[in-house]
């Protein structure tokens, strides 16, 4: 009784990767625009021995802050977490979407056995009155009305799954042309990309 194509299988990208012993498992970003930080937590699967975990945030090529976790001995799941501050912070928003480079690098007993590269964008959703006392959604501490379409998701050929990039990267790019802020997801979830 369901209006839309049925679909089964591997829709999404799916791959394999060999990792070492002591290895991240995942990245937890959480960015803090009051505070112009951004706080790391990073599930760790770590030998016995001394380890550390460099952070590095960048802006383009250029690294712009870091710090390090040094893990003492122990095996087994961890979830070390750094918080770094962000100079002079480039807020994210619709209009300007500046994301920043995030890169963290696991050395054990002196040398690198893992690495991750990510990104992240400084904004605060929040929700605050007006003057007129209704409540609003923030965007970095500002009134921001959403306006955009419903997207469904799905493609002519191959219904979850998107011919190209260049198609995901259309979809966006005319929905900012048409002078929307927002694609609201609907029925599936979207790729990560």
Known sequence: GM???????????????????????GLKITPDLDQSAVTVEIPLVATPGKSTIKVEVLDGKKVVQSGEIIIDGGSGPMRPRLSLKVPGAKSWTPDSPFLYGLRLSLQADGKKVDEIESYFGMRKISMAKDADGVLRLCLNNQPLFQYGPLDQGFWPDGIYTAPTDEALRYDIEITKALGMNLAREHVKIEPDR
């Not at 209006?3 to 498992?25: K, R």
């Open 3 to 25: 209006m839309y194509t049925a679909s089964s299988g591997i829709w999404q990208t799916a791959w394999l990767e060999p990792v070492p012993t002591a290895h991240m498992e």
